[in-house]
């Protein structure tokens, strides 16, 4: 059940109300089976999986045109992300869905630690009813049958290499491409670069183009390794206590659009562990259209094992900076079922 207040110091354009209620409940069943069985690949023992699933939600029509929109914005299209309850990210759109979502997957894992080392899969979706709440200045889509969906990913050593494609029902060209490479070598430490094409449509901000092209640049990093500092000895990786006292960490996220060529989506920060309190800092702006930005400012202090004060930035960093770890959450070791999602 999705609950929302807006009080506005002026309305939303056309619109006459500055209080707005909003109440959205949503249904969702979610099933899978899990297959597994050692095989020998290149020399290598492994263990294979087999991972089909299916999803439904329904979520009823709510009319939210007269909302304003701060930060919801189209999630992107993978398979992580296929099978959630809402299209949008945010919290200003709810999508109404009546939908049936499957796929499977196959993953070859390490028998010993259970780490992942390559994975491929499908995913498509399937709407039951057409859907009606949209971002503004979209307008809604009439299709029932989504693209297909195919992803493949590996992993070797500190690198992440990712791979997805989505093809319409009706062609075998792929509509859209997104490549992915990661550079994680310990805890706190990574850095990721994706490229994302997709033909035929408008570029993110609104101006005509035959396709849309952007890039992104994400990463979480310690200062100290500017400065040739050691990371303290904090015991078990595992305890989530990040490199030790009195570190500054940089995060940041970048989505450029070539089509445009101007940045859309942009967020800078500082975090700094002093080991009893953490404080963050992060500058988030969001192109809107072409002449329009939204721009946030988010503050917080931690008091470990205690309290957080201020606006969290966890929420967004986590959604932005693929790897991204908090300073102070547990971090566990690799597992064979820590994939699912």
């Known amino acids: ?3 929302t207040l807006y009080q506005l110091d002026t309305p939303v354009s056309g619109e006459t109300d500055t ?33 089909p699933r299916v999803m439904y939600v329904r979520t009823p029509y709510h009319d939210q045109s007269m909302l304003p929109n701060y930060d919801s914005g189209a999630k992107t299209y993978t398979l992580s992300t296929i099978y959630n309850e809402n299209l949008f990210s945010g919290g200003d759109r709810i999508s109404d869905m009546d939908m049936l979502i499957f796929g499977a997957s196959t993953r070859f894992l390490d028998p010993k630690s259970g780490a992942q080392l390559f994975s491929a899969g499908f995913a498509q979706r399937y709407s039951l009813a057409n859907q009606f709440v949209t971002l503004p200045g979209i307008s809604p889509s009439g299709t029932r049958l989504n693209d297909f969906l195919v992803n493949a990913n590996a992993k070797l050593k500190a690198w992440t290499l990712d791979g997805t494609a989505q093809f319409p029902e009706s062609s075998r060209q792929a509509e859209t491409t997104t490549l992915t490479t990661r550079y994680s070598p310990s805890n706190y430490r990574t850095l990721s670069a994706s490229y994302r094409m997709q033909q035929g449509v408008a570029s993110v901000l609104g101006t005509q183009s035959a396709m849309s092209e952007q890039v992104d640049l994400n990463w979480q990093w310690p200062l100290g390794d500017l400065f040739g500092r050691a990371d303290d000895n904090v015991g078990s990786s595992s305890a989530g206590r990040g490199l030790g006292a009195n570190r500054w960490y940089t995060v940041a996220h970048m989505n450029y659009s070539l089509s445009d060529k101007r940045m859309v989506n942009s967020m800078y920060g500082f975090e700094y562990d002093a080991d009893c309190w953490i404080g963050r800092i992060v500058l988030k702006k969001t192109q809107i259209d072409v002449n329009t930005a939204d721009r946030s400012l988010m503050f917080q202090i931690e008091f ?4 957080r004060v201020g606006v969290s930035p966890l929420a967004s960093l986590r959604s932005n900076i ?11 070791p690799p597992s064979r079922f820590s994939q699912y999602d």
């Open 322 to 332: 693929p790897g991204y770890q908090n300073l102070r959450e547990q971090i566990t």
């Open 1 to 3: 059940m999705n609950e």
């Open 19 to 51: 209080v707005y209620k909003r109440i959205v409940p949503t249904l969702s069943l979610d099933g899978g089976l899990f297959f597994e069985r050692n095989t020998r690949l290149l020399g290598n023992d492994f263990t294979q999986t087999l991972e």
């Open 304 to 307: 470990v094992g205690f309290s």
